[in-house]
C-alpha cells in the first residue's frame, strides 16, 4: 500500500510538472508560430484598408497572386521577357539537354521507383521554366530580371563564391603554414558583423568620392563612378558583400570537417604514388561531401532571405535591379499595401520549399552514397 502511495505521488509530481512547466510553454510556442501562419495566409487573399477610425479587411481571393504572376505586378516580380539571344539561345539548349540527358539517366538506372521519378520529371519542368525565364529576361535584348531572377542570381553566385573560397581556405588553414591560428580567427571576423553593419560597411566602400579606398578608386581611374548606375555592377556589389559575410560560416564548418579526416588514408595514398589532386578528389572530396551537400542546403534556405544588403546597398536599386523577392515583400509592407506583401512571401516559402526538397531528393543521397 506505501509502495503504490509512493508511484501515486510520483505519478501526480510527474503529471503536475509536465502541465506548469511543458505544455504552457509548448502552447505559447505553437500559438505564436501558427497565428502569424494563418494571419497571413489571410492576408494574402485580402485587401487591407485603413481609414480613421478602424480598418476594412476585403476578402479578394487569389487576386493577388494572379497580379503578381499574371497581372500588373508580373514584370515586377517575373521581369520583362524577350526573345533570348545567340548566346541565351545556347544557354537554354545546354540547360534543356543537360536535364533531358540527367532524366534519361535515372529512368534507365531502374533504381528509381515511379514516385521518384514523377518528382524528378517535375523538378526538371520546373528548372527548364526557371531557365527560359532567366535566360529571357537576361540573356535578351530589352529583357529584365525581376525580383524572382534577381534572388536566384544573388543564391546562385553568392553560394557558389561561398563554397568556392570557404573550401579553400580550409584548405589552407589545414596546412602547416605560418600564422595558422591568426589566420583562422582573422577569417571569422566578418561573421560577428550583422548584416546591417556589413552593408553599412560596404556602402563606405563602394563610394567612389570619398571613403577609405578612395585613394584605390582615383587611381584605378574611377573617381566620382556609382555602383548604382549599372544594373551588374550593382548585383556583383551585393553578391560580394553577401560572400564577405557569409564565407566564413562555410570555412569554419568545412576546416572541422577536413580536422576530423583520417590523415593515415591520404598519407598512404601519397606514398603510392598519388598526387594532391587525385587524393584530394578520391579520398578528401568524397569524405566531406556529406558536410558540404549540408551547408549548401543551409546557405540556400538563408540566401532566399537576403535583404539586409541590396536594401543598405543600393535601396534596391538601379531601379528594381537588385530588388530581391523579400525586399519586394518588405517595401510592399511598408507601403501598408499587406495583402500583396503576404503573397510574395508565400511564394518565396513555395519556391524555397520545392528548391529545397529537390535539392534534398536528388543530391543528398548521392553525397551520402559516396561518403
Not at 41 to 67: E, Q
Not at 250 to 279: K, M
Request: charged share 10%.
Amino acid at each position: 500500500m506505501r509502495r503504490a502511495t509512493t508511484s501515486l505521488g510520483a505519478w501526480r509530481s510527474d503529471g503536475a510538472a509536465r502541465w506548469v512547466f511543458i505544455w504552457p510553454t509548448v502552447i505559447v510556442i505553437l500559438f505564436l508560430s501558427i497565428f502569424p501562419l494563418i494571419a497571413s495566409v489571410a492576408l494574402s487573399v485580402s485587401k487591407l484598408a485603413f481609414h480613421k477610425g478602424g480598418i476594412d479587411l476585403t476578402f479578394i481571393g487569389f487576386n493577388n497572386y494572379t497580379s503578381l504572376l499574371f497581372g500588373s505586378e508580373q514584370s515586377h516580380l517575373l521581369g520583362l521577357v524577350k526573345t533570348p539571344t545567340l548566346l541565351g539561345w545556347l544557354i537554354f539548349a545546354l540547360g534543356v539537354g543537360a536535364t533531358i540527358w540527367a532524366f534519361s539517366r535515372s529512368v534507365r538506372s531502374g533504381e528509381r521507383t515511379s514516385g521518384g521519378l514523377a518528382l524528378r520529371f517535375m523538378a526538371g519542368v520546373g528548372f527548364i521554366g526557371l531557365l527560359w525565364l532567366f535566360v529571357g529576361t537576361t540573356a535578351s535584348v530589352g529583357g529584365r530580371p525581376g525580383a524572382l531572377i534577381v534572388t536566384l542570381i544573388f543564391v546562385g553566385a553568392g553560394i557558389a563564391l561561398q563554397v568556392l573560397l570557404g573550401l579553400g581556405l580550409a584548405i589552407l588553414c589545414v596546412q602547416a603554414v605560418p600564422w595558422r591560428r591568426f589566420f583562422r580567427v582573422a577569417f571569422l571576423i566578418p561573421l560577428t558583423i550583422t548584416p546591417v553593419g556589413v552593408g553599412y560597411m560596404f556602402l563606405m566602400m563602394t563610394d567612389t568620392s570619398k571613403g577609405p579606398l578612395e585613394p584605390i578608386w582615383v587611381g584605378l581611374g574611377l573617381r566620382n563612378w556609382s555602383w548604382v548606375t549599372d544594373p551588374w555592377a550593382a548585383r556583383i556589389a551585393v553578391i560580394i558583400g553577401d560572400t564577405w559575410q557569409w564565407t566564413p560560416f562555410v570555412f569554419i564548418i568545412l576546416l572541422a570537417a577536413l580536422e576530423s579526416l583520417d590523415q593515415e588514408v591520404r598519407e598512404a595514398a601519397v606514398v603510392d604514388g598519388a598526387s594532391r589532386w587525385q587524393t584530394f578528389r578520391t579520398i578528401t572530396m568524397p569524405a566531406i561531401l556529406p558536410v558540404l551537400s549540408t551547408i549548401v542546403l543551409i546557405r540556400l534556405i538563408e540566401g532566399f532571405k537576403i535583404i539586409d544588403m541590396p536594401n543598405i546597398l543600393l535601396g534596391g536599386g538601379p531601379g528594381t535591379a537588385t530588388q530581391s523577392l523579400s525586399l519586394q515583400a518588405y517595401i510592399d509592407w511598408n507601403t501598408l499595401n499587406l495583402g500583396r506583401s503576404a503573397a510574395v512571401a508565400y511564394l518565396l516559402l513555395i519556391l524555397v520549399t520545392l528548391i529545397a526538397t529537390a535539392y534534398v531528393s536528388l543530391v543528398r543521397p548521392r553525397a551520402t552514397e559516396n561518403a
